[in-house]
């Protein structure tokens, strides 16, 4: 089984920051993705950050210029670095991790809440 565990978000005002972070543990013998995903009351979760094993990556156009996504492969972790946030940010966001034990498989965190005040 693969665990992933959240931290780092909460309530900033707007034009903020906050970073999050998602370690993987577990019997895990191979990353693939690691991605970031937010989903808002009432709306559909959507992909907010993507990055691959050899580090390319993937915006949502609604974070482009302000999000960052980086990965540290030794420790399994991905973050996300979020600058000049807005209101309309506001969310829970998940880490979503394809990983490999026996087979491989898609593994959520348990979502953490950022919130946003105009």
């Known amino acids: 089984q693969v665990q992933l565990v959240e931290s780092g978000g909460g309530l900033v005002q707007a034009g903020g920051s906050l970073r999050l972070s998602c370690a993987a543990s577990?019997?895990?013998?191979?990353?693939?993705?690691m991605n970031w995903y937010r989903q808002a009351p009432g709306k559909q979760r959507e992909l907010v950050a993507y990055t691959s094993t050899g580090g390319s990556t993937t915006y949502a156009d609604s974070v482009k210029g302000r999000f960052t996504i980086s990965r540290d492969n030794a420790k399994n972790t991905v973050f996300l670095q979020m600058n000049s946030l807005r209101p309309e940010d506001t969310a829970v966001y998940y880490c979503?991790?394809?990983?490999?034990?026996?087979?491989?498989?898609?593994?959520w965190g348990q979502g953490t809440q950022v919130t946003v005040s105009s």
């Open positions: 577990g019997s895990i013998t191979s990353i693939n993705t």
């Open positions: 979503n991790v394809h990983a490999r034990t026996t087979y491989w498989n898609d593994y």
